[in-house]
């Protein structure tokens, strides 16, 4: 069993950054594929960005260049560095873990509850 809790979401404006923060529960993290998706009002949730066990990474189209992921197996926890933001990029953003390969779907065992980032215009 895995838990995930983020952190790290708020109101920034257009241009500025943020870094979310997921902190997993678990003495297997390293093993774990880990992805961070979003869902704004009305639309189904996605893939922003996504790190495999091995430290390799996926991106969204519209994050690359200006998101980067990255995690820390000796704290457990992985990161969504969020430069440039636009009002577009607000929505939940939400962590997720699962055994395996990176997928781009959301078929992922494990969620956190969310986090909310608002980009101002």
């Known amino acids: 069993q895995v838990q995930l809790v983020e952190s790290g979401g708020g109101l920034v404006q257009t241009g500025g950054s943020l870094r979310l923060s997921c902190a997993a529960s678990?003495?297997?993290?390293?093993?774990?594929?880990m992805g961070w998706f979003r869902q704004a009002p009305g639309k189904e949730r996605e893939l922003v960005a996504a790190?495999?066990?091995?430290?390799?990474?996926h991106y969204a189209d519209s994050v690359k260049g200006r998101f980067t992921i990255s995690r820390d197996n000796a704290k457990n926890t992985v990161y969504l560095q969020m430069n440039s933001l636009k009002p577009d990029d607000t929505a939940v953003y939400y962590c997720?873990?699962?055994?395996?390969?990176?997928?781009?779907?959301?078929?992922?065992?494990?969620w956190g509850q969310g986090t909310q980032v608002t980009v101002s215009s």
């Open positions: 678990g003495r297997t993290f390293s093993n774990y594929a």
């Open positions: 997720a873990a699962r055994m395996g390969l990176i997928i781009t779907t959301t078929a992922y065992r494990y």
């Open positions: 790190i495999s066990s091995g430290g390799s990474t």
